[in-house]
C-alpha cells in the first residue's frame, strides 16, 4: 500500500506533467497549416538526434506508396495512443500532433515531468493519400491565410475536399481493411495496451463543438468534460448540443458531448434500411481496436468545426449543410457568388486554427488529468 508522501509524490508528478503540456507552444504562429512533407522531415532529424528521447518509426506505406509516420515520445509507464487523419478533410488534427511532437522535440529537457509520466505512440496522420487528395483547399488556405474573405475560403473548401465512403473510411477499416490500417494495427498491437486513446477529428460546418467519449468512460469522465467545457468556453466556442438519439451508436451525454460511434450499430443503421452491402463495410473504428488490445483505455474523439456557423443552431447536422451547400455550387457551375448569400446567412467564419490547437491541446491535457484521478 502506498504511504500518503508517496502518494502525494505521485499526484504532484502528475501535476507538474499536466503543467508542462499546458505550457507547450503548439500554436506560435499558427494561421497557417504546418507542410506535411517538411514537419516529417523535421520529425525524423529530431528522433535521430534525440533517439533516447523521440523514436520514429516508417509503420509502412499507403496504397500510393507514400510513408505512414509513427512517433514514439517519453518513457513513462503509462501509454497514450494518438492519431489524426482518418478522415482526410479534417487537417487540423494532423497539424496539431506535428506541432506537439515539434514543440517537444525542440526543448525536450522543459518537458520532463511530462515524458516521464507518460509514453506516447503518435500517428500524425493515418490517410496520407487522402491527404494529398485535400491539398488544393489547403493550399488556398495557406496562400489566402485566415483573415481572408469566409466566402473565398468556403468556396475552396466546399469544391475541393474530399471524404472517403463506408469501405474507403480508414476510421472504421480496424485492424485490416486497408494497408494504412494494418500498418497502424501492427504498431498499436505491439506496443499496447493503453491508458489512453485519442482520435482527433473535425466537422466542416457546425455550430459548436463536440467531444465524444468512449461509452466505459462516458459517465465516469466528469473531470474531462469539465475541462473541455472551460476550453470551450475560454475561446467563445458554443457547445455541440444534438441528441441523435443512439444512431450509429452515437448516445447522447450532455450538451456537447456523446459516446463514440461502434462498428455493430453502423451495420445495423444501413441494415435497418435494407442496405446491407453498406452495413457489410463496416470493421472496428480505432477506439473499438484500441480497446480490443487489453486494459480500460480511456477513448475520446475531438470534433470540433473548420467553419463555425454563428447564424446554425448548435443542433444542426454538420454533414447536411455540407451537401446543401455544394449542392448549390454543382447547380451553378461553381461560381462562389451562388453560395454567398448562405455564407452569409449563416455567419460562416473559419475556427482560427491557433483557436482550435488550444482546444486540442487542453483536450488532451484534461484527458490525462481524468487519468489521474482514478
Same mark, same amino acid.
Given at each position: 500500500?502506498?504511504?500518503?508522501?508517496?502518494?502525494?509524490?505521485?499526484?504532484?508528478?502528475?501535476?507538474?506533467?499536466?503543467?508542462?503540456?499546458?505550457?507547450?507552444?503548439?500554436?506560435? @504562429? *499558427?494561421?497557417?497549416?504546418?507542410?506535411? +512533407?517538411?514537419? !516529417?522531415?523535421?520529425?525524423? /532529424?529530431? $528522433?535521430?538526434?534525440? #533517439?533516447?528521447?523521440?523514436?520514429?518509426?516508417?509503420?509502412?506505406?499507403?496504397?500510393?506508396?507514400?510513408?505512414?509516420?509513427?512517433?514514439?515520445?517519453?518513457?513513462?509507464?503509462?501509454?497514450?495512443?494518438?492519431?489524426?487523419?482518418?478522415?482526410?478533410?479534417?487537417?487540423?488534427?494532423?497539424?496539431?500532433?506535428?506541432?506537439?511532437?515539434?514543440?517537444?522535440?525542440?526543448?525536450?529537457?522543459?518537458?520532463?515531468?511530462?515524458?516521464?509520466?507518460?509514453?506516447?505512440?503518435?500517428?500524425?496522420?493515418?490517410?496520407?493519400?487522402?491527404?494529398?487528395?485535400?491539398?488544393?483547399?489547403?493550399?488556398?488556405?495557406? @496562400? *489566402?491565410?485566415?483573415?481572408?474573405?469566409? +466566402?473565398?475560403? !468556403?468556396?475552396?473548401?466546399? /469544391?475541393? $475536399?474530399?471524404?472517403? #465512403?463506408?469501405?474507403?473510411?480508414?476510421?472504421?477499416?480496424?485492424?485490416?481493411?486497408?494497408?494504412?490500417?494494418?500498418?497502424?494495427?501492427?504498431?498499436?498491437?505491439?506496443?499496447?495496451?493503453?491508458?489512453?486513446?485519442?482520435?482527433?477529428?473535425?466537422?466542416?460546418?457546425?455550430?459548436?463543438?463536440?467531444?465524444?467519449?468512449?461509452?466505459?468512460?462516458?459517465?465516469?469522465?466528469?473531470?474531462?468534460?469539465?475541462?473541455?467545457?472551460?476550453?470551450?468556453?475560454?475561446?467563445?466556442?458554443?457547445?455541440?448540443?444534438?441528441?441523435?438519439?443512439?444512431?450509429?451508436?452515437?448516445?447522447?451525454?450532455?450538451?456537447?458531448?456523446?459516446?463514440?460511434?461502434?462498428?455493430?450499430?453502423?451495420? !445495423?443503421?444501413?441494415?435497418? /434500411?435494407?442496405?446491407?452491402?453498406?452495413?457489410?463495410?463496416?470493421?472496428?473504428?480505432?477506439?473499438?481496436?484500441?480497446?480490443?488490445?487489453?486494459?480500460?483505455?480511456?477513448?475520446?474523439?475531438?470534433?470540433?468545426?473548420?467553419?463555425?456557423?454563428?447564424?446554425l443552431s448548435p443542433s444542426s447536422g454538420s454533414q447536411q449543410i455540407i451537401a446543401q451547400l455544394r449542392l448549390r455550387l454543382a447547380q451553378n457551375d461553381g461560381a462562389p457568388g451562388d453560395v454567398r448569400q448562405d455564407i452569409e446567412?449563416?455567419?460562416?467564419?473559419?475556427?482560427?486554427?491557433?483557436?482550435?490547437?488550444?482546444?486540442?491541446?487542453?483536450?488532451?491535457?484534461?484527458?490525462?488529468?481524468?487519468?489521474?484521478?482514478?
Amino acid at each position: 500500500m502506498k504511504s500518503d508522501k508517496n502518494r502525494f509524490s505521485e499526484r504532484q508528478a502528475w501535476a507538474d506533467s499536466l503543467a508542462t503540456l499546458n505550457a507547450l507552444p503548439v500554436r506560435e @504562429e *499558427a494561421d497557417r497549416f504546418l507542410d506535411p +512533407e517538411d514537419a !516529417a522531415q523535421r520529425i525524423r /532529424r529530431a $528522433a535521430a538526434a534525440q #533517439p533516447d528521447m523521440i523514436r520514429y518509426v516508417r509503420l509502412g506505406e499507403s496504397e500510393e506508396g507514400r510513408p505512414i509516420d509513427g512517433v514514439a515520445l517519453g518513457r513513462g509507464d503509462r501509454r497514450v495512443s494518438l492519431m489524426a487523419g482518418n478522415h482526410p478533410d479534417e487537417p487540423v488534427g494532423p497539424d496539431f500532433l506535428r506541432r506537439f511532437v515539434l514543440a517537444i522535440a525542440q526543448r525536450p529537457d522543459a518537458h520532463g515531468p511530462l515524458l516521464d509520466a507518460f509514453r506516447f505512440f503518435i500517428v500524425p496522420h493515418t490517410n496520407p493519400d487522402g491527404e494529398n487528395r485535400n491539398r488544393a483547399w489547403r493550399t488556398i488556405w495557406n @496562400e *489566402a491565410g485566415q483573415e481572408a474573405e469566409s +466566402e473565398a475560403l !468556403a468556396t475552396a473548401y466546399l /469544391r475541393h $475536399a474530399m471524404r472517403e #465512403p463506408p469501405g474507403r473510411d480508414v476510421e472504421f477499416g480496424f485492424p485490416d481493411m486497408r494497408p494504412e490500417n494494418r500498418a497502424v494495427a501492427a504498431w498499436l498491437r505491439k506496443e499496447g495496451p493503453f491508458a489512453l486513446h485519442g482520435s482527433l477529428h473535425g466537422m466542416g460546418i457546425s455550430g459548436g463543438a463536440l467531444l465524444l467519449i468512449e461509452k466505459h468512460w462516458g459517465y465516469r469522465a466528469d473531470r474531462l468534460k469539465a475541462r473541455f467545457r472551460e476550453a470551450a468556453e475560454a475561446e467563445r466556442l458554443p457547445l455541440y448540443d444534438r441528441n441523435r438519439q443512439g444512431e450509429k451508436g452515437f448516445f447522447y451525454l450532455a450538451p456537447g458531448f456523446w459516446t463514440t460511434p461502434e462498428a455493430p450499430a453502423m451495420r !445495423a443503421f444501413f441494415e435497418a /434500411r435494407g442496405d446491407r452491402d453498406t452495413a457489410a463495410l463496416f470493421r472496428s473504428s480505432s477506439m473499438e481496436y484500441v480497446r480490443s488490445l487489453g486494459g480500460d483505455p480511456l477513448c475520446y474523439v475531438t470534433e470540433l468545426p473548420l467553419f463555425l456557423a454563428k447564424g446554425l443552431s448548435p443542433s444542426s447536422g454538420s454533414q447536411q449543410i455540407i451537401a446543401q451547400l455544394r449542392l448549390r455550387l454543382a447547380q451553378n457551375d461553381g461560381a462562389p457568388g451562388d453560395v454567398r448569400q448562405d455564407i452569409e446567412r449563416l455567419g460562416l467564419r473559419p475556427l482560427p486554427l491557433a483557436s482550435a490547437l488550444r482546444m486540442h491541446l487542453r483536450t488532451l491535457s484534461a484527458a490525462l488529468e481524468q487519468l489521474s484521478a482514478e
